[in-house]
C-alpha cells in the first residue's frame, strides 16, 4: 500500500495533469482569476479526498483495534468497484452542494470515481490485485501482474493481451478525468466559465 501522500499527489500530478498545467500556463499568461484558481482548488480537494476514499477505514481500525486493517467494511471490500459508488456519491453531492446544478455535480462525480480509480491502480501495481468485480468475483485481480514478465514465458499473445489490458486501464481513467475536467474549463487552456 502506497503512502497516503502518494495516491494524492499521484490523482493531482498524473491523472488530473491536464488541470495542473492549465491552471499554471494561465497563471503565467494572467489568465487565471482568483475565481478559476478556488474552483481547480475545489475539485483536487474533492479529487483528492475521493483518493483516499478506498483507505478510510484505516481510521476505524487504528482507534478501534490498534492495527492498520482497512480493506474490508463489514462483507465488502474497499478496494472494489461497488464501494467506489460511495466516492460517486461523495463527489456529486459536494458538486451539488458548491454549484447548485446536477450537470456540474455529475461531472464531479466523476472526477471523483477516476480519483477512487487511481486509487486502486496503484494498489493494484504495489499489492498485486485488488477485488475489483466484487460481488460477482469475490477474488483479487491483478491487472499488471504479467507487466514484469517476459512473453517468453507467457506467450506472445498472453504477452500483448494483458499489456494492452493495464494500458487501457490506465488510459481510461485518465480519460475520465480529461472529460470531467473539461466540463470545468480546465482544457490545455483553461477557459473561463460562462
Do not use: Q
Amino acid at each position: 500500500m502506497p503512502y497516503p501522500i502518494v495516491h494524492v499527489l499521484f490523482f493531482v500530478f498524473c491523472i488530473s495533469a491536464v488541470a495542473v498545467f492549465a491552471a499554471i500556463r494561465s497563471f503565467f499568461r494572467g489568465e487565471l482569476s482568483l475565481k478559476g484558481s478556488t474552483n481547480l482548488l475545489f475539485l483536487m480537494s474533492v479529487g483528492s479526498i475521493c483518493a483516499l476514499f478506498p483507505d478510510i477505514m484505516v481510521i476505524h481500525s487504528l482507534l478501534v483495534n490498534g492495527t492498520m486493517e482497512h480493506c474490508w467494511i463489514g462483507p465488502i471490500p474497499t478496494h472494489s468497484l461497488l464501494f467506489s459508488l460511495l466516492a460517486v456519491l461523495f463527489g456529486v453531492v459536494a458538486g451539488y452542494i458548491k454549484y447548485r446544478k446536477s450537470d456540474r455535480a455529475v461531472y464531479l462525480g466523476l472526477l471523483a470515481e477516476a480519483a477512487f480509480a487511481s486509487h486502486l491502480l496503484l494498489d493494484d501495481i504495489s499489492e498485486g490485485g485488488c477485488e475489483y468485480l466484487y460481488p460477482l468475483y469475490k477474488e483479487k485481480i491483478s491487472l499488471f501482474s504479467m507487466m514484469d514478465i517476459g512473453f517468453r514465458e507467457t506467450g506472445v499473445f498472453d504477452y500483448v493481451i494483458a499489456s494492452f489490458v493495464s494500458v487501457f486501464f490506465i488510459c481510461s481513467i485518465i480519460m475520465i478525468a480529461l472529460f470531467a475536467l473539461s466540463k470545468y474549463g480546465f482544457e490545455l487552456n483553461y477557459k473561463t466559465e460562462k
